[in-house]
């Protein structure tokens, strides 16, 4: 009899034990499915909102490079425009007009803007009257380089003509810049033409470099 | 069953991006630099291209290995490349034509960077500058035929008097110079306009050359013009044999300036160098050569050797001095 009762009690004591155990496994699953779903759920927000944020600053490094970049160009050719503008401007011009004198001066404006390759002066009517050019000699008949309707036009009226990009061979970025050649304010002789060469503004804008979002070396 | 399958192929997964991403990390891109050489001489290119890759992140030893084909003669220089036929390059650099014919011969599925060379489209080495179409590309050495007659025109801006030019030319028919004769035909138009006598010389070899100099009277009139191909690599003879015969020199390098010729009118090496480091850098990033197109130099230098001016008896004009990139004193 006594050994039936502790046959029960043992019975009753081991499956109070096993109902423990299952209780810790069940509450050590919840937590960890609580505490991994939480970590996890964070994690994801924390990496969903790390991606918007580098999205943002990276943004932000473009703007700042482009507008960097379109500044540096904007300069560029306001440089060359200004070396234009003031070859036009010599004592040749004004006292002997197109005359073969302003040959020195066109040599002077290739000397000091490197990305100019090619000058052209027409007089009014539109015939060429002198021309210069970095890499080539240019023979009297030579009429390889004819400035663009639009740039005659467009500097007769006294404005400055800044045409299209356009690729010499395929293979190399060109536009090309004319200016009014006037003897005195309102006194127009010609235009003045040149061909220049867009890879210096490439050297240029790869000359960009950013150190953080906010502050741009060039 | 299928869970085992699918654990087995997720570790294989796992473990395969794993030794991607490090043969990424330790992957050292290996370039081979074909180029002529010999004593005292080295092309100022090399040093550019080398600079330029290092401010690129290319570190010898670490990320990049830099393998040197080298020799005096084109044959030695062939022989040397083809020890290296059977070796895996990423890109193979030339510094000439006839550097990048034999490139093209023995590694032919590598893509090759020229830098320089002449008239590439017209040797065939690509379809044009725009698309080259074919595994070379890099940067062609000659604007056009119109740069012989600048150079021309500059020698006459240099020395004035000049009313006779000895003409000097590759006369070989042959890889290295596919061009010659279009040269000379726009140098003939350029000379008749400045009122020039050319004196034509086609020659086989520099020896030939500095014959002609030597045998021509030296008349202070008279000039030496030379169209620059490989063959005319080393003309310190030639200099110094114009110098005594009192003869204008224009050379095609700044070293020959340097080493006794009057002037020079051509690109900066160097530079040329710096944009090949860009064309290897672009293609080990993943593009095509046949994409990138063959660009020109994009500056041009004129240096004059004054000490020679000195001793050949000519006065330069300040205004032509004031225009030159360099003077040798």
């Not at chain 1, 190399?172 to 200016?179: C, G």
């Not at chain 2, 992140?57 to 083809?82: L, M």
């Not at chain 2, 044009?128 to 600048?150: C, E, Q, W």
């Not at chain 2, 593009?287 to 240096?303: D, G, Q, S, Y």
């Amino acid at each position: 009899m006594s050994e039936s009762i502790q046959n029960l009690k043992s019975k009753i004591q081991n499956s109070a034990g096993r109902q423990r155990g299952r209780l810790v496994r069940h509450y050590f699953v919840i937590s960890v499915i609580l505490i991994g779903g939480g970590l996890l759920s964070s994690g994801v927000l924390e990496i969903y909102f790390r991606y918007r944020e580098s999205q943002e600053n990276l943004t932000v490094l473009q703007q700042e490079v482009a507008a960097a970049a379109a500044f540096k160009t904007e300069q560029f050719i306001q440089q060359i425009e200004t070396a234009m503008r003031t070859a036009t401007k010599s004592p040749e011009i004004a006292r002997k007009g197109l005359s073969e004198e302003f040959q020195a001066e066109l040599t002077r404006l290739l000397l000091v803007t490197p990305a100019v390759e090619e000058v052209v002066v027409l007089d009014i009517a539109g015939h060429i009257r002198l021309q210069a050019s970095r890499f080539r000699a240019i023979l009297p008949e030579d009429k390889d380089e004819i400035p663009p309707q639009t740039a005659f036009e467009t500097a007769k009226k006294g404005r400055s003509f800044l045409g299209p990009v356009y690729f010499a061979r395929g293979s190399e970025p060109y536009n090309s810049i004319a200016v009014p050649v006037e003897r005195f304010a309102g006194e127009l002789m010609g235009i003045l033409w040149a061909k220049v060469n867009l890879k210096y503004i490439w050297e240029i804008i790869q000359g960009i470099k950013v150190e953080r979002p906010d502050t741009l070396i060039s | 069953m299928k869970k085992k399958i699918v654990v087995y192929f997720m570790a294989i997964l796992i473990l395969a991006s794993f030794h991607s991403a490090e043969a990424q990390q330790g992957k050292v891109y290996r370039v081979g630099l074909i180029f002529l050489t010999w004593e005292g001489f080295f092309p100022t290119q090399v040093k550019g291209f080398r600079e330029a890759l290092q401010e690129l992140q290319y570190i010898e030893g670490q990320n990049f290995s830099f393998i040197q084909i080298k020799g005096q003669t084109y044959d030695e220089v062939r022989s040397a490349a083809k020890a290296y036929s059977d070796q895996k390059f990423d890109v193979v650099v030339t510094t000439g034509g006839a550097e990048t014919a034999i490139a093209r011969e023995l590694f032919n599925t590598v893509p090759i960077v020229f830098m320089p060379m002449s008239y590439p489209v017209e040797s065939g080495f690509v379809k044009s500058l725009a698309h080259p179409g074919t595994n070379i590309t890099g940067i062609t050495y000659f604007r056009d035929v119109g740069l012989d007659g600048k150079r021309l025109e500059i020698l006459k801006e240099v020395v004035p008097s000049t009313q006779r030019v000895i003409l000097l030319f590759d006369g070989r028919r042959s890889k290295e110079n596919p061009t010659s004769s279009i040269s000379v035909e726009a140098i003939r138009k350029i000379a008749a306009f400045l009122a020039i006598k050319l004196i034509e010389k086609p020659v086989q070899s520099v020896a030939e050359a500095e014959q002609v100099v030597s045998f021509i009277p030296g008349k202070p009139t008279a000039g030496v013009f030379i169209i620059c191909v490989p063959l005319f690599r080393d003309l310190k003879k030639t200099a110094s044999l114009a110098i005594e015969k009192k003869f204008p020199l224009i050379a095609c390098s700044q070293r020959q300036v340097a080493e006794g010729a009057l002037l020079n009118f051509g690109p900066d090496m160097s530079l040329i160098g710096r944009r090949g480091a860009w064309y290897v850098d672009r293609i080990l990033k993943g593009e095509r050569a046949e994409n990138l197109p063959v660009e020109n130099p994009l500056k041009f230098e004129m240096v004059i050797n004054l000490k020679t001016a000195e001793a050949i008896g000519i006065k330069i004009p300040p205004e032509v001095l004031q225009r030159a990139d360099k003077v040798i004193r």
